[in-house]
């Protein structure tokens, strides 16, 4: 099984937006997240071995992208809305990628990742050698969202 593809870099990346509907403002948080002309591919946690941090996606339009994410929207003015994801890392594997999104602060939307990360940690054994996280917050106008990811790509 050693022949499959495994993403090799990774980033963390955020963005919140205002737009005329909620999947205009999703658009607008993935292009202010630097992510908003590729074509995502949802996947789960875990970041494979190896894979090295770069500090933003380069890669061409419309590229099929693997990401963990987290993305919350509202059409509730004055609604404040967060979304967060993290990275626990281990020195010898694989690492741990945790995602929340909620009707809370960007504070209280990193708190609950780097929580998620120390019990998913703490599950399989492992001890993160360091954990990153990065989150956004939006309050609402008219329709908003909150978005957060960790893209990986070969």
């Given at each position: 099984?050693?022949?499959?593809?495994?993403?090799?870099?990774?980033?963390?990346?955020?963005?919140?937006?205002?737009?005329?509907?909620?999947?205009?403002?999703?658009?607008?948080?993935?292009?202010?997240?630097?992510?908003?002309?590729?074509?995502?591919?949802?996947?789960?946690?875990?970041?494979?071995?190896?894979?090295?941090?770069?500090?933003?996606?380069?890669?061409?339009?419309?590229?099929?992208?693997?990401?963990?994410?987290?993305?919350?929207?509202?059409?509730?003015?004055?609604?404040?809305?967060?979304?967060?994801?993290?990275?626990?890392?281990?020195?010898?594997?694989?690492?741990?990628?945790?995602?929340?999104?909620?009707?809370?602060?960007?504070?209280?939307?990193?708190?609950?990742?780097r929580l998620?990360?120390?019990?998913?940690?703490?599950?399989?054994?492992?001890?993160?050698?360091?954990?990153?996280?990065?989150?956004?917050?939006h309050k609402?106008?008219?329709?908003?969202?909150?978005?957060?990811?960790?893209?990986?790509?070969?």
């Amino acid at each position: 099984m050693d022949h499959l593809p495994r993403p090799t870099k990774y980033t963390l990346v955020s963005g919140a937006s205002e737009g005329a509907t909620g999947l205009n403002a999703f658009d607008g948080a993935l292009l202010r997240a630097g992510i908003g002309n590729v074509n995502l591919v949802k996947v789960s946690s875990i970041l494979p071995p190896g894979a090295a941090y770069a500090g933003s996606l380069a890669i061409p339009p419309g590229s099929l992208v693997p990401v963990a994410y987290a993305a919350i929207t509202s059409e509730t003015p004055g609604d404040v809305i967060a979304a967060a994801v993290g990275i626990g890392r281990s020195r010898d594997t694989f690492g741990i990628i945790m995602e929340f999104s909620g009707h809370c602060t960007r504070e209280e939307a990193e708190e609950k990742v780097r929580l998620m990360i120390e019990d998913a940690c703490k599950k399989r054994g492992m001890i993160p050698a360091d954990v990153d996280v990065v989150g956004v917050q939006h309050k609402v106008e008219r329709a908003g969202c909150a978005f957060a990811a960790v893209p990986m790509w070969y």
